[in-house]
Nanobody, 125 residues
Framework: EAQLVESGGGLVQAGGSLRLSCAVA????????IGWFRQAPGKGREAVAC????????LYANSLKGRFTDSSNIAKNTVYLQMNSLKPEDTAVYYC??????????????????WGLGTRVTVSS
């Protein structure tokens, strides 16, 4: 059974950093893109990134390029989202999800079929 488990959220001051983890079971991160999405209080879910371990490049929402980066540990079947220069508007529940190989589905939420339960990030001003 495919499962994704997020961790690493917490409370951080504006300007700080956090690294989120998405541990995957039931499939390998080389065969699928791993998306990151977030949902702020009272708002809809928005795309953050698709992490690509299939040879192509990862994709990022334009507004987050430069502040957020990614890495992966293939042996641990885990992807990471490094978030720097955090702002209060980054406050949200962050989810990882299974997407298409090579992030072929882009950042379209409908292209992701298995989701984790999320990890909460709170950025204080």
């Amino acid at each position: 059974e495919a499962q994704l488990v997020e961790s690493g959220g917490g409370l951080v001051q504006a300007g700080g950093s956090l690294r989120l983890s998405c541990a995957v079971a039931g499939f390998t991160i080389v065969d699928y893109g791993i998306g990151w999405f977030r949902q702020a209080p009272g708002k809809g879910r928005e795309a953050v990134a698709c992490i690509n371990n299939s040879g192509g490049g990862s994709l990022y929402a334009n507004s987050l390029k430069g502040r957020f980066t990614d890495s992966s540990n293939i042996a641990k079947n885990t992807v990471y989202l490094q978030m720097n220069s955090l702002k209060p508007e980054d406050t949200a529940v962050y989810y990882c999800a299974r997407g298409a190989w090579n992030c072929a589905g882009g950042l379209n939420e409908g292209e992701y079929d298995v989701w984790g339960l999320g990890t909460r990030v709170t950025v204080s001003s």
